[in-house]
């Protein structure tokens, strides 16, 4: 997997025109990984069909 997130972090840098230096690259890996690995949680968790969103967000 982490072939495929230093292409992922190649890419979306070029995309954006933004400089990664070698040094952050582990930074930016580590981040990515944990943003992925939340991202499965909230993706894996089970939602009954009759779940509707909320019509009003407020804080």
Known sequence: ???H???Y???VARVMALPVEDAWRP???AN???SLRLARL???FP???ETEPAA???A
Do not use: C
Request: no cysteine; proline share 4%.
């Open 42 to 44: 909230v993706d894996e």
């Open 27 to 29: 930074a930016v890996r």
């Open 9 to 11: 972090i190649d890419a």
């Open 47 to 49: 939602l009954p069909d």
């Open 5 to 7: 997130l230093d292409d």
């Open 1 to 3: 997997m982490a072939d």
């Open 32 to 34: 990515l990984e944990v």
């Open 56 to 58: 009003i967000y407020s």
